[in-house]
Nanobody, 115 residues
Framework: QVQLVESGGGLVQAGGSLRLSCAASGSIFSINAMGWYRQAQGEQRQLVARVTRGGIGNYADSVKGRFTISRDNAMNAVYLQMNTLKPEDTAVYYC?????????WGQGTQVTVSS
């Protein structure tokens, strides 16, 4: 089992920045990739960014050039630096972990971008 706890969401004006953090605990040795997904009201959950244990990241087209995912394997943490935020980035952001025992999710953190 893997437990994920997110922090760092909040309310920000358009053009501002936020940094999300996610701490993993439990069977962390089994974690391969970690990532961030988001779910806006009335929409499906979508991938925002994902990073492998080796540090290879990929991003949704809508956030390329604005968001940066990073991972600290020693700290069992993953981060999402979000710059130049837009109102359409408003959503609940979920941390994810892919492991040999399954797919795990955090509880989610709200990000609201005002225009």
């Amino acid at each position: 089992q893997v437990q994920l706890v997110e922090s760092g969401g909040g309310l920000v004006q358009a053009g501002g920045s936020l940094r999300l953090s996610c701490a993993a605990s439990g069977s962390i040795f089994s974690i391969n990739a970690m990532g961030w997904y988001r779910q806006a009201q009335g929409e499906q959950r979508q991938l925002v960014a994902r990073v492998t244990r080796g540090g290879i990241g990929n991003y949704a087209d809508s956030v390329k050039g604005r968001f940066t995912i990073s991972r600290d394997n020693a700290m069992n943490a993953v981060y999402l630096q979000m710059n130049t935020l837009k109102p359409e980035d408003t959503a609940v952001y979920y941390c994810s972990a892919e492991s040999s025992s399954g797919y795990y999710w955090g509880q989610g953190t709200q990000v609201t971008v005002s225009s």
